[in-house]
């Protein structure tokens, strides 16, 4: 059973901190990775994705991938209220017509 | 949700009854799956298509079935609906198996009574 594994939560930070997002996976052969954003009672929207080791940076999200360590995080940098949602980290599996297995999530809370 | 649907939005049915739940897609992607998402438990997935009349199972198929007769259709069926069957249903599409990720529709919440 492959497994997708986040840091407990729930994650509270107050607002312009650096939230810091982690998640581990099982499957050695994964290659994509993923990290959805999810408002409550709302559908997972993608909001970054990483192939390759290192940093991947957008606005103020960054994804970071260790494939050795069989890691990846998202940092949130300055953190809104807006931010305030549950983060879903998605690997895909090995394998013909591989599909995502997600973690199950961390809930954020930035406070004003 | 632009080009993915979800049809109905939520559903309210009783045990023992079939229930059939519509994902359809204007992308023309060749992949589509269906998740359920339960507290503790995460996006889970049912059962997933690589194409036309092409399907399979996923990690939590018991008790489910699916077809999909053309592209932009796949359809959820619950036999017989049991209350831990109760959840909010997730339809998502991909143009690729691998690298783009998926887009998920509004999903369907459903309770079993």
């Known amino acids: 059973q492959k497994e997708v594994e986040q840091n407990s939560g729930p994650l509270s930070v107050p607002e312009g901190a650096i939230a810091s997002l982690n998640c581990t996976y099982s499957?050695?052969?994964?290659?994509?990775f993923f990290w959805y954003r999810q408002y409550s009672g709302k559908s997972p929207e993608l909001i970054m994705s990483?192939?390759?080791?290192g940093d991947k940076e957008d606005g103020r999200f960054t994804a970071q991938l260790n494939k050795a360590s069989q890691y990846v995080s998202l940092l949130i940098r300055d953190s809104q209220p807006s931010d305030s949602a549950t983060y879903l980290c998605?690997?895909?599996?090995?394998?013909?017509?591989?599909?995502?297995?997600f973690g199950k999530g961390i809930t954020l809370s930035v406070r004003p | 949700d632009a080009g993915i649907t979800q049809s109905p939005r939520h559903k309210v049915t009783e045990t023992g009854t079939p229930v059939t739940l519509r994902c359809h897609q204007t992308?023309?992607?060749?992949?589509m799956y269906w998740y359920r998402q339960d507290p503790g438990h995460g996006l889970r997935l049912i059962h997933y298509?690589?194409?036309?009349?092409?399907?399979d199972k996923g990690e939590v198929s018991d008790g489910y079935s699916v077809s999909r007769s053309k592209t932009e259709d796949f359809l959820l069926t619950l036999e017989s609906a049991t209350s831990s069957q109760t959840s909010v249903y997730f339809c998502?599409?991909?143009?690729?198996?691998?690298?783009?990720?998926?887009?998920f529709g509004s999903g369907t919440r459903l309770t079993v009574v």
């Open positions: 990483i192939y390759s080791n």
């Open positions: 499957d050695r052969g994964s290659q994509s």
């Open positions: 998605a690997v895909t599996d090995t394998g013909a017509n591989s599909k995502l297995t």
């Open positions: 992308e023309n992607h060749r992949y």
């Open positions: 298509s690589y194409g036309v009349k092409d399907t």
């Open positions: 998502a599409i991909s143009e690729s198996y691998n690298n783009y990720g998926y887009t």
